[in-house]
């Protein structure tokens, strides 16, 4: 069942349950109304007969001018009176329960109704004698208005019922028309025409779906593009060290080559695989990297004892590297500088970003700073080497991509895609700031709790 009909629905369903209630409650009040306003015209006669039998004057005459004078003769009225011998032993045309009797001993007065038949006795104490005067009549308008009334209320309740149908349908293809154009403008993105975005009118829930769909279109497209992009790369980047192993071992086996050319040849094939290597193990890093981090071990771990441990390991890969640790600004608590964290990831994201900085410095001096503000620890890696072109920043993160003043140092542009997807997955980011030939600075941002 579509929204639009479970909206209408229920819109119906809710209207049947107010109207039925509303036409409830007017019938219940109108034929309280109407019998209460025919007992009361009854009580009046019960009354004035009351009146005229406890008097001296018992004339019939005067009991009639009274009734002609002041009270209208209701349909099939009838009086009975009941003087106190016959309490026990009550004969009338009518057949009245002994509870209507009892509680007129009981209160004095009592009310009884027989289909459109009504009943009021009163209990009158005179002259020396109790009796019980009872009036009786019939009340045909008050029933046929009734009749009429319930006639409306259940015309009414079809037709409200048919109503709010209509209504609510129209209201839910109304509320849903904007839902149904999203729909409609989803269908039409494909893999191919990724660019496309919805349309965002107001501010209301379905813009807020529409802006939605766009930001996740455009983490799509983003991810399409660099899908695209490492598949590009990677594929030229493995041909390469492959075509010349290739090339090598074909030259090794030519008759001819002396064995210094075949010694010259296998160097190579092993320099190519030990690069065929390295680039595959960058790979399957920055691959593992992409996951949620559920697969690691997180253990609680001082940055600071981490920095001298990068210190040492860079040392050893880059002996002639001169790194400054700072330390001066660390706050007192040791808690504001132990994160939660995976060990292993964590020290080769950063010592990827100091080797870089030594690297592309021809090893002058690289500054590692160490700070603590409003729970984000912060660690600056500053070098004063070549420095990255403006044009190339907003790449440089993206995987096998190198500046294009790197020709002259080895590498293969994995690294600092490496440290950021590793620092993403410490829920942290990375900031660069670079002026070409002068400075380069990476800021690693990571949260304490």
């Not at 009158?124 to 009334?149: C, H, M, W, Y």
């Not at 020709?407 to 440290?419: A, N, R």
Request: proline share 3%; net charge neutral.
């Amino acid at each position: 069942m579509s929204i639009a009909r479970k909206i209408t629905l229920l819109f119906a369903i809710l209207s049947a349950i107010i109207i039925s209630l509303l036409s409830g409650f007017v019938w219940y009040f109108a034929n309280d109304f109407a019998f209460e306003d025919f007992y009361k015209r009854l009580e009046a006669r019960v009354n004035i007969a009351a009146e005229i039998r406890v008097a001296e004057d018992k004339n019939d005459n005067m009991y009639a001018k009274v009734r002609n004078q002041y009270l209208e003769r209701l349909p099939d009225e009838k009086e009975f009176v009941i003087e106190k011998g016959d309490f026990n032993n009550v004969k009338l045309d009518v057949e009245l329960p002994s509870s209507f009797y009892d509680k007129i001993k009981k209160l004095k007065v009592a009310r009884y109704r027989k289909e459109n038949h009504f009943y009021v006795g009163k209990y009158f104490t005179g002259n020396q004698q109790d009796r019980i005067i009872i009036v009786s009549a019939n009340d045909p308008f008050g029933f046929r208005e009734l009749k009429d009334l319930q006639k409306t209320l259940i015309a009414g309740f079809f037709l409200s019922i048919i109503m709010s149908f209509i209504v609510g349908w129209k209201f839910s293809n109304y509320m849903l028309n904007p839902l149904r154009k999203i729909i409609k403008s989803v269908k039409k993105i494909k893999a191919e025409n990724l660019h496309l975005r919805l349309d965002v009118y107001g501010t209301d829930e379905m813009a807020q779906l529409s802006q939605t769909f766009n930001n996740m279109l455009n983490r799509l497209e983003t991810a399409f593009e660099t899908q695209n992009n490492f598949i590009s790369n990677a594929s030229h980047e493995l041909r390469t060290p492959l075509t010349i192993i290739s090339g090598e071992v074909e030259l090794a086996m030519k008759s001819e080559a002396d064995g210094q050319d075949r010694y010259l040849a296998l160097a190579k094939i092993k320099d190519e695989s030990d690069r065929l290597e390295h680039i595959l193990t960058s790979l399957l890093g920055l691959a593992q990297t992409g996951f949620n981090g559920k697969n690691h071990p997180w253990e609680l771990v001082r940055i600071d004892e981490l920095l001298w441990d990068i210190k040492r390991t860079v040392n050893q890969v880059h002996p002639e590297s001169k790194i400054e640790i700072d330390f001066s600004n660390l706050p007192a608590e040791e808690d504001q500088i132990t994160i939660k964290a995976n060990i292993n990831l964590l020290k080769l994201a950063i010592a990827n970003i100091v080797s870089n900085a030594c690297k592309y410095s021809n090893n002058k001096p690289v500054l590692v700073t160490l700070e603590s503000k409003a729970n984000v620890l912060s660690i600056a890696v500053k070098d004063h080497g070549i420095g990255i072109p403006a044009g190339d920043v907003q790449h440089i993160f993206e995987p096998f991509y190198r500046a294009s003043n790197t020709s002259e140092f080895k590498g293969y542009g994995i690294g600092l895609p490496l440290s950021l997807n590793i620092i993403r997955l410490h829920r942290g980011s990375i900031a660069i700031s670079s002026i070409e030939n002068i400075a380069t600075e990476i800021k690693v941002l990571l949260p304490v709790n």
